[in-house]
């Protein structure tokens, strides 16, 4: 049996490693007496897969978690049973089994929705970078890669710009794709010429078919247009 699990990563914690994330969940299901299944040979590991990194710094409302299970548990009681034993900031909002066969979210998920805050530039302003980076036929940014220092085209992985007025100031909403390579928020701020702030990852997306579900998601929702607003 495999349970998919969505949490949040948010406050104080979000300047935890992916890795010490991993080592959090390992602890909380072991202490929870959750039936993990185990990986075979000299050094068994916890049977878990977790979905695309979030970069350290960046909280999120969309965390995802597959658990390989030795026994059946109902999701809501893993969720309710593991949620008290994480830290602060880090907390299981749903929980569903997967189908059998059912693919890994490194393979599935495809774009990425993100809340970036963006001090100390008026709504006036972004707007003019999201229009100039949206008509742009490339949106170069060097990134460090095997040691050495290689540039990039973000422009195909630029899906969606929009602007609002946040608490703080302008904010950014963006939708990035994650495949064939992830963007960044801080990549993305390098290529519209800006800096940003806090960044929040609200939503990540399988798409198949036409049609894009949550990884948790009953069904389909419709696309959104890349735009500037």
């Given at each position: ?152 085209d973000l422009r195909p992985s630029v899906r969606m710009l929009a602007c609002r007025e946040g608490p703080r100031g302008a904010q950014l909403q963006a939708e990035l ?53």
């Amino acid at each position: 049996m495999r349970v998919r699990v969505r949490f949040t990563k948010l406050g104080r914690v979000r300047w935890t490693s992916h890795r010490d994330v991993a080592r959090m969940w390992e602890r909380a299901l072991r202490r929870g007496r959750v039936p993990v299944a185990y990986t075979a040979g000299f050094t068994p590991r916890p049977q878990l897969s977790f979905g695309l990194a979030l970069p350290t710094g960046c909280e999120s409302l969309a965390e995802y978690l597959d658990v390989a299970l030795t026994d059946d548990v109902d999701p809501a009681a893993l969720a309710r049973r593991v949620s008290p034993l994480l830290p602060e900031g880090v907390d299981v909002d749903a929980a569903g089994v997967l189908d059998p066969g059912a693919r890994s979210l490194q393979e599935d998920v495809t774009a990425c929705a993100w809340d970036v805050e963006v001090p100390g530039v008026s709504r006036e302003a972004l707007e003019a970078a999201c229009r100039r980076a949206l008509e742009a036929e490339h949106l170069p940014v060097a990134r460090e890669r095997k040691g050495r220092v290689v540039t990039d085209d973000l422009r195909p992985s630029v899906r969606m710009l929009a602007c609002r007025e946040g608490p703080r100031g302008a904010q950014l909403q963006a939708e990035l794709s994650t495949q064939p390579r992830g963007v960044r928020p801080s990549e993305l701020a390098q290529a519209l010429g800006v800096e940003l702030g806090l960044a929040r990852r609200t939503c990540q997306w399988i798409e198949r078919d036409g049609s894009r579900w949550e990884p948790l998601s009953a069904g389909p929702v419709a696309a959104a247009g890349v735009r500037a607003s």
